[in-house]
Each structure stands twice: as C-alpha cells, then as structure tokens.
C-alpha cells in the first residue's frame, strides 16, 4: 500500500492541514460533483468507521453512482472536501483508492465466467515461483491461498476449480467480498449488491457484509433496498436528487421511518392529489404516508 505521506499518485494534498481526527476512515464534507452546468451531487456528507456498515440508499438517479465515482476515484468532487484518514484527498485514478486500501465491487461482477473460482479470486495479480527469465505462475499456493481465505470469509467451496460462471449470484459477490478483503480493502464500497438476487441469494451477500464488518472493515452499502439495509446497517443515508436528505444513526430510526424516506411520502401525496382530479382514478387505494411501512424481517431469508 502507498504511504500516506508519500505524496505517490498525487493522492494527498500536501500544502493542507490534516483535519482532525474522528477514527473515520473515509469522510466527505459537503462534498458534490458538477459536470458542467448540471450537478449531479451537491452538499453530501459522508463518514464511514472501521467496523461499520454505512448503507447509502436511492432511488435512480439519486446521486449514488457519482458518490460512488468520487470515492473510489474514477472522478473528482468539485465542491466540498473528501478526507481519507483525516487528511484531504484528491484521488486521480482507482490505483490511488485502492493503494489507500479502498476497493469497490460493482454490480456487474469483474469476473471471467469460464475461468476457476481461484484464478478469478487472483485475475490479475497471479502469484508466481521460480527465477527470472522462468517464472511461472505458483498454482498451488494459490489454490490454498484462495481456499483459506474464502473459509476464513465463512465461504466453503466444494472445489475451487468449478467456473465461477457456475455460482450463484450471491456466491460470486462473496468471492469478491474475501478477495477485496486478501488485497487488503480497508473499506468496502458494494455497489447495489443484493439488485438482481433472490431472497434467499441476498441473504447470503447480507451475511458476509456482516462478517466484513466483524472483521473490522469500513463498509458503504448501496442499495435502494431499506429492508436490506437495515439488517446489517450502522448508519444510514438518504440521497434524493443529488442531495443528502436523510442521515441518521441505527438507534435514532426505525425500518418504518426508513422505508418512508425511500418511498418519498411527501413526493406520494402531491401525486394522490394529482390523480384525485383524474376520472377513473380510485386515490383512495394508494397508501397514506403513514402506512408506507413494512415489518422488520426476522432473518434475510424472511425478506422480500
């Protein structure tokens, strides 16, 4: 990993004063991003601690894609400050987040669905043996490299050589989840992990996001989903058209209060009177703002 005061990669502002520190591993502070004219994010502020899960919840278009871009520093804020062990960042490219240990795992899995659970879990930082001109890549260290870290994760694969394309959905977003963690993530950024899974799939991803907290990661959890997000969250963002308009900890909202900020209550009444003044429209069946809930689900298997 790059050293903080290194300055490599142009990845700390050196002519700054570190700020002083919270224990957050990740803070931004007002921050937002404009292209051009439009600003996609404007006055968020973000603090993510080790051994926390921060879930940030939206809907499309909300704003969760460029925090996720300025984090992991495919892009750069514009506005605001970004701060990375309390000192200011301007990342430049994802080799300066990652060198500060933060790995994000996308949606769309960077995997090659042919290719062995382990040599995805090391795709593109194959271990090798022997001396130069003949080196060759280490097979079987990597196999027990890649077995023990899955186990430790709480993984058990029957046999790393099945085609990860063979995996649930689920079990491939694990095998990312272990492999961020071996190449020494500090914070986890998961881009909508639980979108396109079942029930009982998203569970699984839940129960690892879990143990990576347990293991004492930072994590950011993006998800429009509050049932998810509640089970295993710390802290709790809501971003509406670019801005933060919810930011509260664990003990300070219930599921029901959540479910209601992601649902838009206000955003609900001005339709219902909308279609009120529209003939063959029955308001009366749309739910009140009040009743935009939903019970808190005993497990992740009990989640819809």
Request: hydrophobic share 40%; with cysteine.
């Amino acid at each position: 990993m790059t050293d903080k005061n290194s300055g490599t990669h142009g990845a700390i502002l050196q002519d700054t004063v570190p700020a002083e520190k919270d224990g957050a591993i990740v803070e931004l502070r007002n921050a937002g991003k404009a292209y051009g004219n439009i600003r996609a994010l404007h006055g968020v502020s973000l603090k993510v601690h080790p051994g926390q899960v921060t879930c940030v919840l939206g809907d499309n278009g909300a704003g969760k894609s460029t925090l996720i871009k300025i984090i992991s520093g495919l892009h750069q804020h514009t506005e605001g400050e970004f701060l990375v062990d309390g000192a200011p960042v301007r990342f430049t490219t994802p080799r300066d987040a990652l060198d500060r240990g933060i790995a994000t795992v996308y949606q769309d899995l960077a995997t090659v669905p042919l290719m062995p659970v382990w040599r995805n879990f090391f795709l593109g930082s194959e271990m090798t043996k022997g001396p130069w001109p003949i080196r060759r890549l280490d097979i079987e260290k990597m196999k027990k490299t890649a077995d023990h870290e899955l186990r430790e994760m709480g993984i058990v694969l029957d046999n790393l050589e099945q085609p990860i394309g063979t995996l649930s959905g689920g079990q491939r977003q694990c095998v990312a989840i272990a492999r961020a963690v071996y190449f020494g993530a500090r914070v986890l950024i998961l881009d909508e992990p639980t979108a396109a899974l079942g029930v009982k799939q998203s569970g699984v991803v839940l129960k690892y996001i879990a143990a990576a907290r347990e293991r004492g990661l930072g994590v950011i959890f993006i998800t429009h989903n509050p049932h998810h997000a509640y089970m295993v969250g710390d802290h709790f963002s809501v971003l509406r058209l670019g801005t933060m308009e919810l930011s509260a900890e664990r003990s300070r909202i219930t599921l029901e209060e959540l479910t209601n900020h992601m649902a838009g209550g206000a955003e609900l009444a001005a339709l219902k009177h909308e279609l009120s003044q529209v003939s063959g429209v029955d308001v009366e069946e749309l739910p009140e703002k009040e009743d935009l809930t939903a019970p808190v689900a005993a497990s992740p298997e009990g989640t819809s």
